[in-house]
RNA sequence: GGCCGCGUACCCAAGUGGCCUAAGGGAACGGAUUGCAAAUCCGUGAUUCGUGGGUUCAAAUCCCACCGCGGCCUCCA
């Protein structure tokens, strides 16, 4: 079965074969900046290229999958050209000074807030564990392969060897302020990905890029490789004094060091497609001397929340750790944010999140009474339903409908194999990546709220037991108001905590 | 201002010319179960696909207009 994916570079959607005659497919992902937690939006991009590196894995490739981890503080009005405006890294430790301040550090963060490597090293923590949580692969890898997750300030080398690069091919100059630049024109094909080109640049609503750094380029559009700045935060020696490369630059560079000078796949945000990922084609094909740098570009639409954009004033912002604490777990978060396909704009809802749990717990379920059954033969609706999961996989990564397709197995009567039937509902948890993470975390208010439950649960089944009714309502009354939904069985009572 | 995408039941969401009198999940409702609930199981659910035109033997699917929402062009996943 071939997949079909749709390809941002020529808007159609293309057959995928990787390069290596090996069938090895080399993916790289733009990851976080690490300046601060990873919300919810981040994660859905993140995740989605989760669920295409798995769902190639169940098509039988392997996949060398390789995400950043952006700990160098680029610029908060990084445009195009300039390097403008505070450090990011900055930001985020006078946001900590502040925090500590008031006494609403995050717990475990004693850190120094002027010291930027010592906060990007901070939330790049915190970014691996949320990510971990939520089944993120290549930072489950990481553990035992940390190649696969970059940093670029231990990748300066090589960003200033391509540098060099470009200077020695004449696609890049030492301007007049001493700034590096990529040469736009140099490059025919700028502007292919994202539609941006220069002529259209020219016409644009424009008038973005700060003037005074136009003076010193040969074209408003050209971008910065290296700025010279003794003052800066982070800062290395170069052959252009002492300073702090784009931000484009580290991709490019990064991919070239662990994936080659042409790879597979390249994913992100649609937000990376311009100006980051046409800068990024620019320098690595203009590097390497070849036509092209990723033959296919992915790209993840934005999540909005309760049907508005997510933002801090709008009070519709949640970080992955934000609903950890509430109890949500990271298996119904992680579905939450993929169920919807990744071309059209998700809307994450509370609503969704309690959706996606009563579906997980049904499939575990499910899976659960597979595992006990002992007769049958042949195939079952588990295994005609991965036919067509892998069918909707291939089909541009339709996880909605590969989803249908499991929901409508499990409404199927049970028969077959029972060691394949449940062979094949793993392989296809083995896209989902469910079952192994359906649990709240673990959290200090988690278990002194696990003691109190305990503790009424006693009590109602007192009350039970000698039939005072009244008592025992009571009791469920309070549960119901810490938050908490019990479950009568046959083994007693169960409980959950209420999302 | 330029470029682009979307609008399917109460909510999320698949389907992009005939197998669609529209998949799947949740909610709701009815039943089983329960001390009563919750959970679970069974059943019910859009003659209709933002609105108005058009093309076609045939449209949710193609075209036009309008309304609404969103994205990129600028740091952002």
């Known amino acids: 079965m071939t997949m079909r994916l749709y390809n941002t570079l020529t808007k159609s959607i293309e057959n995928f074969s990787p390069i290596a005659p090996d069938g090895t497919v080399t993916f790289y992902s733009c990851g976080p900046t690490v300046y601060d937690d990873a919300h919810i939006g981040n994660f859905r991009s993140f995740l989605n290229a989760d669920i295409l590196r798995r769902a190639l894995q169940l098509h039988g490739f392997r996949v060398k999958h390789v995400m950043n981890i952006t700990d160098v503080g680029h610029m908060t009005e990084d445009d195009a050209a300039d390097g403008g405006g505070e ?4 930001v985020a430790g ?20 002027t010291d ?22 290549v930072a489950i890898e990481e553990r035992t392969h940390p190649e696969l997750m970059p940093r670029p300030t231990r990748c300066v080398p090589q960003m200033i060897a391509l540098v060099e690069q470009l200077i020695a091919r004449g696609h890049a100059y030492v301007a007049k302020d001493g700034v590096v630049y990529f040469s736009v024109e140099s490059f025919s094909a700028y502007g292919r990905l994202s539609g941006n080109t220069l002529d259209k640049l020219r016409e644009g609503e424009g008038g973005r890029i700060s003037a005074q750094h136009q003076a010193v380029k040969r074209h408003p559009a050209d971008f ?52 980051h990922h046409e800068c990024e084609v620019a320098q690595s094909c203009c590097a390497s001397g070849r036509p ?24 519709n912002f949640f970080t992955a750790r934000d609903l950890f604490a509430k109890g949500v777990t990271p298996a119904a978060l992680r579905l939450e944010l993929v169920r919807t396909h990744y071309r059209t704009n998700s809307n994450f809802t509370l609503q969704g999140l309690r959706d996606c749990q009563r579906m997980i717990d049904r499939w575990a379920s499910a899976r659960t009474s597979l595992a006990a059954r002992s007769a049958g033969t042949g195939a079952g609706p588990f295994q005609r339903a991965l036919i067509e999961f892998k069918e909707a996989l291939a089909d541009d990564l339709n996880v909605a409908r590969a989803i249908a397709a499991l929901n409508t197995a499990i409404a199927e009567d049970a028969s077959g194999d029972p060691i394949a039937e449940l062979a094949a509902l793993d392989a296809m948890n083995s896209v989902l990546g469910v079952f192994e993470r359906n649990e709240a975390l673990q959290s200090a208010a988690a278990d002194d709220l696990a003691t109190k439950v305990e503790a009424l649960l006693e009590r109602r089944r007192a009350a ?34 209420a999302v």
């Not at 450090?87 to 900055?90: F, I, L, P, V, W």
């Not at 309502?473 to 009568?488: N, P, Q, Y």
Request: net charge neutral.
């Open 224 to 275: 910065m490789l290296w700025k010279p700045d003794p003052t800066h935060l982070m800062r290395w020696p170069s052959p252009w004094g002492e300073g702090y490369p784009g931000w484009h630059l580290e991709c490019s560079a990064m991919a070239r060091m662990l994936l080659g000078d042409e790879i597979d796949l390249h994913s992100g945000g649609e937000d990376n497609i311009f100006p």
């Open 292 to 315: 092209a740098f990723a033959r296919m570009w992915f790209h993840t639409r934005h999540l909005q929340v309760e049907g508005e954009k997510m933002s801090k004033s709008k009070g």
């Open 94 to 113: 006078r946001r900590i000074a502040e925090a500590k301040k008031s006494g609403k550090l995050p717990a475990g963060a004693e850190i120094d807030a």
């Open 87 to 90: 450090d990011k890294m900055a």
């Open 464 to 497: 039970r037991a000698a039939k005072d009714w009244a008592e025992s309502d009571r009791v469920r009354d309070e549960l119901t108001a810490l938050g908490v939904r019990i479950k009568d069985g046959p083994q007693g009572t169960t409980w959950e905590r």
């Open 116 to 137: 930027p490597y010592a906060i990007a090293s901070f939330y790049a923590d915190r970014f691996l564990e949320d990510a971990r949580h939520l089944g993120l692969q």
